[in-house]
Nanobody
Framework: QVQLVESGGGLVQAGGSLRLSCAASGSISSINVMGWYRQAPGKQRELVAK???????TYADSVKGRFTISSDNAKNTVYLQMNSLKPEDTAVYYC???????????????WGQGTQVTVSS
């Protein structure tokens, strides 16, 4: 099995910064895609940023220039550096990984438990 454990959420004032981390453990051959999603109250879960194994990144328009996604493949860990935070960034942030497990032909989607990010005005 594979588990994702997130850390780094919290309460911050507008304009501040936070860094989220998500580490995968378990039976892992490789990780094809690592990403961060968020879900605010009453809204659908949305993609914040993702990074594929070759290093290419994608960001939501709302976070471009403020958030940076990075990964440490040796540690099966993905990070999200969030700068210039705004109240509208308040949400539960979930990490997501597409993991190829040994002896399986297809990748499996895994989710972290979620970490709350609250930005006060």
């Amino acid at each position: 099995q594979v588990q994702l454990v997130e850390s780094g959420g919290g309460l911050v004032q507008a304009g501040g910064s936070l860094r989220l981390s998500c580490a995968a453990s378990g039976s892992i051959s490789s990780i094809n895609v690592m990403g961060w999603y968020r879900q605010a109250p009453g809204k659908q879960r949305e993609l914040v940023a993702k990074i594929i194994s070759g290093g290419s990144t994608t960001y939501a328009d709302s976070v471009k220039g403020r958030f940076t996604i990075s990964s440490d493949n040796a540690k099966n860990t993905v990070y999200l550096q969030m700068n210039s935070l705004k109240p509208e960034d308040t949400a539960v942030y979930y990490c997501n990984m597409q993991v190829l497990r040994p002896a399986l032909a297809l990748s499996t989607n895994y989710w972290g438990q979620g970490t709350q990010v609250t930005v006060s005005s």
